[in-house]
């Protein structure tokens, strides 16, 4: 089905939800609820020099107005303001919730809680309306994008993943309206109102984009629970991989709530944006659950199926001489099964890219199948054969070899893309529409991923030809 389906904005909701892209959202209403007001009012602490504030790098977001000392608390919230998913399953209403919780895939997490989020909004009166009222309008996330633009991003491995989650929430829409046609008034989580595959991906996207997997109440083992929360105020530091503010948790003497907090890693000075570190993540995950692309992200990668025909041809493109990738020879397919590369429901996803430059699995196949010594093999093991810093283990023809089909198979995967990067800046130079920008954006990132691997393993194999040359 079409993800530009998602467009459609037929919420009956009083305030209703126009699901498109946008670069500066509106909030769900005009003139939102002061947040910081709220956050004090139900005991929580904010920094006198903490405001809300648009900020030309990170859009709207928490801004110093004046020096805040390293170690400073910005912001601490109660236990009972964040927003998690609790029911009562003797209660009706909530019994309705959690049934339609259970319908949701565990890797689609953020619906679950996205259920409560809408029930919420739904709620005349809720607790948590004052933060809810602040939430954007609309996401500049891949299922919001118009069908062209889930086209631009040319990447297959997202178009599965945005194609899924739009198929999910075009199902899950059937879902939930079987289940609240049979309900009494008194019944419906969300006060009558009716929810479509729109509100539920708005719903799903502001807690993707929003929510922290923090501790809860203590398993049955002591050990504390990981559970998703939406944490109000706090979730407006924008992210940074050099951030200055970090979360915490804690909990008083005698106390068996837990305090969040947010604390400054360094100085702020007056006007730095509040920053927080989301996560080290690759551009797929950024772009699907936060709506953004982050420029020579350091963890970003290019994700490859090893395939045995693709390998062969790789190799011989490289110019390495009866590569026997298709296939191996028995010791070689034990070292595979190893990999999890071979036998039975084998995991053939590998990367290049990111802080291993090869995916240790990858870089280990290589130097395995372009040796037939299986006895100087033997004599290494695994964290050896994976290693990127272990130079050229089997001998340098047999790294040189490996280097050239990686560079290889990414002269495939750059064939792959239907436009080169200098056409993707032209475009871009027209002026285009937000969502198309960040496809663009999500493409050239992708492309700088695979020529900087490419760079790094011609400097590799140069000092590798010229040490063997000077040994010589």
């Known amino acids: 089905m079409a993800a530009s389906k998602l467009l459609i904005p037929s919420l009956a909701h009083f305030r209703p939800l126009t699901c498109a892209a946008a670069s500066f959202p509106a909030r769900l209403v005009p003139q939102p609820p002061d947040l910081l007001k709220w956050v004090k009012r139900e005991g929580g602490f904010v920094h006198d020099a903490v405001t809300i504030a648009r900020d030309a790098t990170y859009g709207l977001g928490l801004v110093a107005t004046g020096e ?62 004052p933060y809810i009222g602040n939430l954007p309008e609309t996401y500049t996330v891949p299922i919001f994008f118009a069908g062209e633009d889930i086209k631009n991003l040319q990447y297959a491995p997202l178009l599965y993943q945005v194609n ?16 609240l046609k049979k309900l ?5 989580p969300f006060a009558g109102q009716d929810v479509d595959a729109s509100s539920l991906g708005w719903a799903m996207s502001a807690v993707s984009s929003r929510a922290f997997r923090l501790h809860g109440k203590k398993l049955t083992d002591g050990t504390p629970s990981d559970i998703p929360m939406m944490i109000p105020l ?33 100085e702020i000075k007056q006007s730095d944006p509040l920053l927080l570190n989301y996560g080290c993540l690759s551009n797929d995950f950024f772009l699907l659950d936060y709506g953004f692309v982050i420029p020579s992200n350091p963890y970003d ?37 190893q990999l999890n590369l071979f036998g039975e429901a084998p995991n053939l996803k590998v990367t290049v890219g990111g802080p291993e430059l090869v995916e240790g699995r990858l870089l280990a196949a290589l130097r395995v199948l372009l040796s037939n010594d299986k006895e100087t093999v033997q004599r290494y093991d695994f964290s050896i054969l994976q290693s990127l810093s272990a130079e050229a283990p089997l001998g340098v023809a047999n790294e040189v070899a490996a280097f050239r089909t990686i560079i290889a198979l ?43 691997v490419m760079r790094d393993l011609t400097k590799r194999v140069k000092l590798l030809l010229s040490k063997e040359a000077t040994t010589a």
Not at 170 to 179: G, T
């Open 164 to 179: 899924k989650r739009c198929r999910f929430l075009l199902e899950f829409e059937q879902e939930v309206k079987n289940v």
């Open 301 to 337: 990668h290019i994700e490859l199926k090893y395939d045995g025909a693709l390998m062969d041809a790789a190799s011989m493109a490289a110019g390495v001489s009866s590569p026997n990738f298709s296939s191996p020879a028995p010791w070689q397919q034990e070292v595979l099964s």
């Open 410 to 452: 990414c002269v495939i995967a750059l064939g792959h893309f239907p436009t080169k990067i200098m056409d993707d800046e032209s475009l871009l130079k027209q002026g285009v529409s937000v969502s198309t920008e960040l496809a663009i954006q999500f493409r050239m990132q992708k492309k700088s991923v695979i020529i900087d």
């Open 68 to 129: 805040i000392p390293r170690g400073s608390d910005l912001i601490v919230l109660p236990h009972h303001v964040p927003l998690k998913f609790h029911s009562d399953k003797d209660d009706v209403v909530d019994s309705v919730l959690l049934h339609l919780s259970n319908q949701v895939p565990e890797e689609l997490w953020a619906m679950k809680l996205g259920l409560k989020l809408l029930q919420e909004r739904a709620k005349v009166g809720s607790f948590w309306w």
């Open 234 to 266: 706090i979730d407006m530091c924008n992210h940074s991989f050099n951030p200055n503010a970090r979360i915490l948790q804690e909990q008083d003497a005698g106390n068996p709530n837990m305090l969040i907090k947010v604390v400054a890693e360094k």
């Open 184 to 188: 009494k008034p008194s019944e419906h």
